[in-house]
């Protein structure tokens, strides 16, 4: 029996096929190659007729929907690596239908990506795959879905940016990374951006060699090659690193910054006595938690008054940097004002990637570090309602 000689309508008889092929031993890679090609467009056509159903039931309803094109989608089952296209509207995808005919891709595929996502080896994902399927897939195999991974987080770091955002928040953090030499810090510059409903996005992510104004200009241009817009950004709130600070000028020019008082809070502290700490850090928070700015500057006026004697080189720092350090109360609403006097909203998210690859002790290469920073931003996006059209996150 001849593969392309068999009438095939649905996934139940393309597997008959394949069992009749083994059986027969007139299985090879051409034909494995055709009975993969016929399983992809027996699926294709159940979603796309899924989707069209869901469209007509809809609109019985009187509610508007339409098709939004499709994504790639890679399943492993049997035959080996499946692609699909998966057909989606502006409120529905078809990705169901995968999961109700290959119920066991969705284990594979959750088991590949994550030990991706932890950096393991081919061959480590080969070996943990055994348990689940009584077979030991070949690395060419675990390979496939690697640069499906990859290419995933590339598409990522190139998607266009035509949304628009309020406030910009950036800060770079440092992580550690395996080398032959030994364990090396680099640190990753990450814009967060926050729309004008409150919800945050992690817009992109850099890893760079360090936080010098070249290596923050080339990560800024981008987002702006990409699409970034300032036309309603109303304030950049940064970590206060002489390089950031620098490149600003050059990428955002006569947007006004706010320099982070989690940050500066930390500097000046570490500045005085251990038995001043608690005081002079109640002293700060006066001025940030003032209720205009007018009273800011009469509360950073007090603190001078007060800790001028003892330390002149914290208030004149204070002083130096208090505009920048204001720039906040352009905001009326007191919620605003809180979300942009500081880079915490990418210090949580980097406390959840410390999580995550605490047990790892330090990445294994750039490449994991990647998938690994990808995989937590993306899902922290979807707890926002702001994901971005890729499949994989820390919890796929």
């Not at 096929?17 to 992809?40: C, F, P, T, Y």
């Not at 019985?60 to 790639?72: K, L, P, T």
């Not at 290596?215 to 309603?232: A, I, P, Q």
């Not at 998938?371 to 996006?381: D, G, K, Q, S, W």
């Amino acid at each position: 029996m001849h593969l392309t000689q068999a009438h095939i309508d649905n996934l139940p008889r393309a597997f008959e096929i394949i069992k009749d092929m083994n059986r027969s031993g007139q299985w090879g890679e051409d034909l494995n190659e055709a009975a993969r090609k016929a399983v992809a467009d027996v699926l294709d056509g159940r979603m796309n007729d899924s989707v069209d159903r869901y469209l007509a039931e809809i609109e019985e309803q009187g509610e508007a929907d339409r098709r939004n094109g499709s994504y790639c989608r890679h399943l492993l089952t049997g035959l080996g690596d499946v692609e699909l296209h998966v057909p989606r509207t502006r409120t529905y995808s078809a990705n169901d239908v995968v999961g109700a005919y290959v119920r066991r891709s969705r284990e594979v595929d959750r088991t590949i990506l994550s030990c991706f996502v932890l950096g393991h080896s081919t061959r480590k994902v080969s070996k943990a795959l055994q348990p689940l399927l009584g077979e030991r897939f070949s690395p060419s195999t675990v390979s496939r879905v690697a640069k499906m991974l990859d290419a995933t987080v590339a598409a990522f770091h190139a998607r266009p940016l035509p949304v628009r955002y309020r406030a910009l928040l950036l800060d770079g953090v440092v992580l550690s990374r395996k080398t032959g030499a030994g364990a090396i810090k680099r640190p990753v510059l990450v814009a967060l951006g926050l729309l004008a409903d409150g919800r945050k996005e992690v817009i992109d992510f850099r890893m760079a060699r360090s936080e010098s104004e070249g290596e923050w200009e080339v990560f800024l241009t981008d987002l702006t090659n990409r699409g970034f817009s300032t036309e309603d950004l109303e304030i950049i709130v940064v970590d206060g690193g002489r390089g950031l600070l620098k490149a600003l000028p050059t990428v955002f020019p006569n947007i006004p910054i706010q320099r982070c008082w989690a940050h500066k809070t930390r500097n000046l502290t570490d500045k005085v006595r251990r038995a001043d700490r608690d005081a002079v850090k109640n002293d700060l928070r006066r001025i940030y938690d003032a209720a205009s700015e007018k009273k800011a500057r009469k509360m950073a006026q007090c603190f001078a008054a007060k800790w001028q004697q003892r330390y002149p080189k914290v208030v004149r720092s204070l002083r130096d940097d208090l505009d920048e350090l204001l720039a906040f109360f352009i905001f009326k609403d007191p919620t605003w004002r809180k979300w942009t006097r500081t880079t915490n909203a990418i210090e949580r998210r980097f406390r959840e990637v410390r999580r995550r690859t605490r047990p790892m002790g330090v990445f294994t290469d750039r490449t994991s570090m990647d998938r690994i920073l990808y995989a937590v931003f993306t899902h922290e996006n979807q707890q926002q309602k702001v994901s971005t059209l890729f499949l994989v996150t820390q919890n796929s």
